[in-house]
């Protein structure tokens, strides 16, 4: 009985140490599962932000890039000016360089000799004779720019304000900055609605947004006139470029300058460059967007004639040449006044 009992007692004693046991194992497993999970997630975190930091580093450098290359630009537009005679031109672009970039090398230099020659007597034709200052002190060159601000004298107010804040930046200048910036942005406007001075009005506005943004208005005179100039500069040089910015300023305002003229003949004489170029297919598109300004007769015959080479193309040359009568035809009609002229038609 004893023996019995022992046997039956055995099986009761066993079950709990069992029981335990499996207990520790799952949460050993569970455990190890949970770390497993840890590190996974830690490492998803991390490469999604190494990501992140990546894309923010590409895009920072991309911008950086952007900047420079525009700095670069105004510094060679600035030694144009020097060259030209327009110092007072050259003064704002080197200005608005240091202004982004006190180190940019040579800009200070070019800056003092774009200044010592406008004082000189080198003022462009169009620019404003400035009154020479008989102020002495901070308290008459504050009241000096304030009386030409008031009235409306933004070249002489600039020069004052900015005379007073170089000598003195400490003396009220939260209201020598709202002076200053006003004064610039007027002036900026000025330039670019009525006085045919674009680039100079570009970078005066680009000189007021560096002491605050721009209303809409002004922001988007400035955008306009920034792509209606880049436009011209490309002009004969790179005809995408030159679709690109008229295209822009054509959508938002067609009756913009000459935009709608210079947008006309850039599709058509790109469409004619192409097409002589042996690519016609690449013309159509060309000629169709040229049709949406001035659908006429001549439009249509060039964009008949583009999409029947397209369809059939010439053979390509063989080393013995092209066989007579098989060239690419030119694109049919006289071109555009200021274009590229194709060669006469072969037809009749």
């Known amino acids: 009985m004893i023996y019995d009992d022992a046997e039956q007692v055995e099986p009761i004693s066993e079950a709990p140490g069992r029981t335990a046991q499996l207990k520790r194992l799952l949460s050993s497993y569970a455990v190890i599962v949970l ?19 990546a894309g923010q580093n590409v895009r920072d450098a991309q911008a950086t890039q952007t900047a420079v290359a525009e700095m670069d630009v105004q510094f060679q537009m600035g030694l144009a000016d020097l060259t030209a005679g327009q110092y007072q031109l050259a003064v704002q672009r080197f200005t608005w360089i240091l202004e982004r970039n006190p180190g940019y090398p040579g800009a200070a230099e070019k800056l003092a000799e774009a200044r010592r020659l406008l004082e000189n007597g080198g003022i462009s034709a169009d620019a404003t004779p400035i009154p020479p200052s008989e102020a002495n002190t901070n308290e008459e060159r504050f009241a000096e720019a304030q009386a030409l601000y008031n009235e409306q004298q933004w070249e002489a107010a600039i020069n004052r304000l900015e005379m007073l804040r170089a000598q003195a930046p400490d003396y009220q200048p939260e209201q020598v900055e709202e002076m200053l910036y006003e004064s610039l942005r007027q002036l900026g406007l000025r330039y670019i609605r009525t006085d045919e001075r674009l680039e100079e009005g570009i970078v005066l506005l680009d000189r007021a947004a560096l002491i605050r943004p721009l209303d809409d208005i002004s922001e988007g005179e400035r955008l306009i006139a920034s792509l209606y100039v880049t436009g011209k500069t490309y ?107 194709p060669p006469p038609s072969q037809e009749g």
Request: one cysteine or more; charged letters at 15%; aromatic letters at 8%.
């Open 35 to 53: 770390i497993i999970v840890c590190v996974v997630g830690t490492a998803l975190l991390l490469a999604a932000w190494g990501g992140l930091v």
């Open 235 to 341: 002009w004969g040089l790179n005809w995408p470029i030159v679709i690109q910015n008229f295209s822009e300023i054509y959508a938002v305002a067609p009756n913009y300058r000459d935009v709608e003229s210079r947008l006309l003949e850039a599709y058509i004489t790109y469409g004619d460059q192409l097409w002589l170029g042996g690519t016609p297919c690449d013309s159509v598109s060309l000629y169709q967007s040229a049709a949406r300004i001035r659908n006429d007769a001549q439009i249509q015959d060039k964009i008949v004639g583009a999409i029947d080479a397209c369809e059939n193309p010439t053979p390509t040359p063989t080393p013995e040449g092209t066989p007579p009568g098989e060239e690419t035809p030119p694109p049919p009609g006289e071109p555009v006044e200021g274009g590229e002229a």
